[in-house]
Structures are given as structure tokens and as C-alpha cells.
């Protein structure tokens, strides 16, 4: 007797599982534009920083301003919460494992000082570089005025999941389309990773959608919920959610991937995907001028009752500059993501991110490996 099938399941594909097809034409390297907007404002390079205490401080937030990025400050973190953000870092970094969650827990219990909001803000803005601030839908409405009032420039609304449509039992939850209307500044959400969600999050007027559920090194989402899609996938059909809202009301909403790259490859499949741009958290808290002393962890880690995020030690890759823009010597990919990816452009013929885009994907697990045998220690 056949079992009848209860749910379908397709195939969800990540980073490692395929490979960029290569165009008839190629193009220079230094043709290729990688510019990227948001709400108005422009960037030279589509990279932006995760909004990860480990990462994006006042100081990195100026750092990567000023060589054409953007960098998102968490404004419910260490640097609201306290007025010496440096040596609770310190005490962090220190502490062995299995002391990092508990003490991560005890540090983000402390409360906001809605006063530090305002100077963390004024810092960046005194430096002449853009100011993008983040925070949860829960404290959204409390937040969001202090931020701007001191001149943030772009609101950014994150959590595990964002859908337009939350079901609580309170009778004031956060209206998406009110924010949107009753601010003035760009409103960037997320995370989310379906064609639906994504569709109605850009129906409440948003500015850009994050993409990624899980896939960061410093999250444990995947592991403690089993929620996540693979980030090929996901932006694969979140981006096809851009082009239907496009089509249908001529408003174009871009698409960041967030999390699970490690290398400009990986980078550069985000941008085939269909993706505007990346938002990186490792890779940034490897730089030299990353607050985080070598280690990162996640914006979950600190949950009262149920931790999703852990802290790693991630070492230091060498100045922003060189990770971003290079020379390297390296090898595997993780400095210069700004040249490895115009070389990927080059190679697809694609003179802007938009070209990009539209380069053709296949499926390659064994894209990385196939014919690496030396460079796997299969010789001896």
C-alpha cells in the first residue's frame, strides 16, 4: 500500500551546495559597480555590519563609514548599558567558556540608559559617516525617537523571526506600517527568509528586509528551534518577492543577506541570489579595530531562559581595510571581499550589482573540493 505523503518537502540549498556559471562576456574587474543604496542614502561598497556588540561599536561604526560601508549599533546592548562598554568587553573576553553564556546573561540584564542612546549616536554623527541603529519590535516605539532625535539616520528593527502579522495578547502590539509612517527615517527589517513574509513585510512601506534565520557562526538557532532555510534558498525567494512588489507597485525594496558567509565566494553567491548587499558578523569581528577582543558572540546569547547564540573566538584577520579592499596573501578568500567581488563580476559580465544578479547559479556540492586533493591533505 502506498503511505500517503502528509507534508512535501523540497530541497533548500546553502553556500557550499552551488557554484556561479561564469558569462559569454567578461568584463575588467575595475568596471564593475558595487555601489549600494538605502533609503536614500549611498554606499560605495554593499557590505554592512552586523548590529553584534563584538562588532559594531561607535569607533567601528566610524571606521567602516569612512571607507564606504555601514556599520548597525545595537542600541539594547553594552553600549546603552553601560558607560565603560570597554571593560565589560574585557571581562567577557576573559572568562572561560563555560562562564561566557551566564555572565552574557547577567551583563544585557542591566538596563538602558536612554542618556548613552543619544551620545553613542552623537558620536558617529559627529564623525561625518551615516548612523543606522538597531533594535528589537519589542522596544521599537520607546527607542526609535531617542535615536533619531539625537540624529540616527536609518532605523533598523531586528529579531529572530519578523512577520507584518504578530499574535500576542497584548492589545499594543508594533503596527510596521505606523512606524513606517510616523518616522522619518528609513525602516529596515528582519529577519526572514519566505517569499510570503517577505511580500507583506514590503507592504507595511519598509525600506529593506534582512534575510537569514540561523546561519550566523555565533547563532544556535538552528540547533535549540530547528528553524532556519538554507541562505541560497532563502534569498533566492525573498528576492523573488522583491521583483513580484516591484512589478506590482514600481517600489523597489532591497534584499540584504545576513549571516552564514565566510569568504568572498560566499559573498558573491548572496549577490547572485539575488541579494543587494551582505551584512557580515564574523568577518567584521575579525578586523583589528573590532571592539570584540577576538571574540564574538550572538545578540541571543543573553536570553534569560532560553540562549541562542554562543561565544566563539574568532581571532583577528588584520585591518578592516586590508579584509575589505586588501592586498592579501591569503588564500581562502577572506580578505579583499571587495575585490574577489568585482573579479566575480568581471568573470559574469556584470557591470553593477543588478547585473550580478541575474547571473545563472547551479547546483555543485562538490564545487569546493573537485579536484582540491592537495589542497585537502590527501597528499602525503
Known amino acids: 500500500m502506498e503511505i500517503p505523503h502528509i507534508k512535501e518537502l523540497r530541497r533548500a540549498y546553502g553556500f557550499d551546495e552551488v557554484a556561479i556559471v561564469p558569462g559569454d562576456v567578461t568584463i575588467n574587474p575595475d568596471q564593475s559597480n558595487i555601489d549600494f543604496s538605502l533609503g536614500g542614502f549611498n554606499f560605495s561598497i554593499p557590505f554592512l555590519a552586523s548590529s553584534l556588540d563584538a562588532v559594531s561599536s561607535p569607533k567601528f561604526a566610524i571606521c567602516i563609514g569612512k571607507i564606504g560601508g555601514l556599520a548597525v549599533l545595537n542600541l539594547e546592548g553594552i553600549y546603552t548599558k ?44 559627529q564623525a561625518g559617516v551615516t548612523c543606522a541603529v538597531s533594535v528589537t519590535p519589542a522596544n521599537a516605539k520607546r527607542l526609535a525617537p531617542i535615536a533619531i532625535e539625537a540624529g540616527a539616520d536609518i532605523l533598523f528593527i531586528q529579531s529572530t523571526v519578523t512577520t507584518a502579522r504578530h499574535l500576542s495578547k497584548s492589545s499594543e502590539g508594533l503596527d510596521l506600517s505606523d512606524i513606517c509612517k510616523q518616522i522619518r527615517v528609513p525602516v529596515v527589517v528582519g529577519n526572514t527568509v519566505t517569499y510570503s513574509a517577505t511580500i507583506e513585510l514590503m507592504e507595511t512601506g519598509v525600506q529593506g528586509v534582512l534575510v ?45 543577506t545576513d549571516g552564514g558567509m565566510r569568504t568572498g565566494g560566499d559573498i558573491c553567491k548572496a549577490i547572485a541570489s539575488g541579494a543587494d548587499a551582505v551584512m557580515l558578523g564574523t568577518t567584521f569581528a575579525q578586523a583589528e579595530e573590532a571592539p570584540g577582543m577576538g571574540y564574538n558572540w550572538g545578540m541571543a ?80
Not at 105 to 124: F, H, W
Not at 219 to 237: K, S
Open 301 to 380: 546569547s543573553f536570553h534569560p531562559a532560553l540562549p541562542r547564540g554562543t561565544r566563539i573566538n574568532v581571532g583577528s584577520k588584520g585591518p578592516l581595510e586590508q579584509i575589505l579592499f586588501g592586498p592579501t596573501s591569503m588564500t581562502d578568500g577572506t580578505q579583499n571581499l571587495a575585490g574577489a567581488l568585482k573579479a566575480s563580476m568581471g568573470m559574469c559580465g556584470a557591470f553593477t550589482i543588478a547585473d550580478m544578479q541575474q547571473a545563472d547559479l547551479v547546483i555543485a556540492p562538490s564545487i569546493k573540493t573537485e579536484g582540491k586533493y592537495f589542497q585537502l591533505g590527501g597528499h602525503r
Open 82 to 125: 553601560f558607560d565603560d562598554p570597554e571593560a565589560v568587553i574585557q571581562n567577557i573576553a576573559e572568562v572561560p567558556q563555560e562562564q561566557a553564556t551566564p555572565l552574557l546573561q547577567k551583563m544585557y540584564a542591566s538596563p538602558m540608559k536612554d542618556n548613552l542612546i543619544g551620545e553613542r549616536v552623537k558620536e558617529i554623527k
Open 212 to 256: 537569514g534565520v540561523g546561519p550566523g557562526a555565533i547563532c544556535t538557532t538552528r540547533e535549540v528551534e530547528g528553524i532556519g532555510i538554507p541562505q541560497v534558498t532563502a534569498t533566492l525567494d525573498c528576492t523573488a518577492a522583491r521583483e513580484e512588489y516591484f512589478h506590482r507597485t514600481g517600489r523597489y525594496v532591497p534584499i540584504i
